[in-house]
């Protein structure tokens, strides 16, 4: 098993910048990709960002590229969003998540099987 717990969120406002910590413990390994989905109020949990198992690889939702930066440090089982120029649209629960094996399509939130309790984004207008 391996649990993952977010934090970082907050209130920020439009124009702002937020970084977001996920922090994988237990049965962990450094050979696994890690994601950040997140969900608004009224709306289904949407793919934000990919990061693969040695960094090398990142992929991004098409309304946060240029804007959002995902990394890791696989030595301190950690993956971080780094989110610039905040938009309200970006108001969320953001989640990150690990898949327990290889396989499976990068967005699709099924191809998930470990996922922290989410943290709030909260931008201002």
């Known amino acids: 098993q391996v649990q993952l717990v977010e934090s970082g969120g907050g209130l920020v406002q439009t124009g702002g910048s937020l970084r977001l910590s996920c922090a994988a413990s237990?049965?962990?390994?450094?050979?696994?990709?890690v994601a950040w989905f997140r969900q608004a109020p009224g709306r289904e949990r949407e793919f934000v960002a990919h990061?693969?198992?040695?960094?090398?690889?990142?992929l991004y939702t098409e309304s946060v590229k240029g804007r959002f930066r995902i990394t890791r440090d696989n030595a301190k089982n950690m993956v971080w969003l780094q989110m610039n120029s905040l938009k309200p649209e970006d108001t969320a629960v953001y989640y990150c998540?690990?898949?327990?094996?290889?396989?499976?399509?990068?967005?699709?939130?099924?191809?998930?099987?470990?996922w922290g309790p989410g943290t709030q984004v909260t931008v201002s207008s």
């Open positions: 998540a690990a898949p327990s094996g290889f396989g499976g399509t990068y967005d699709d939130e099924r191809s998930y099987d470990y």
């Open positions: 237990g049965r962990t390994s450094s050979n696994y990709a």
């Open positions: 990061i693969v198992w040695n960094g090398g690889g990142t």
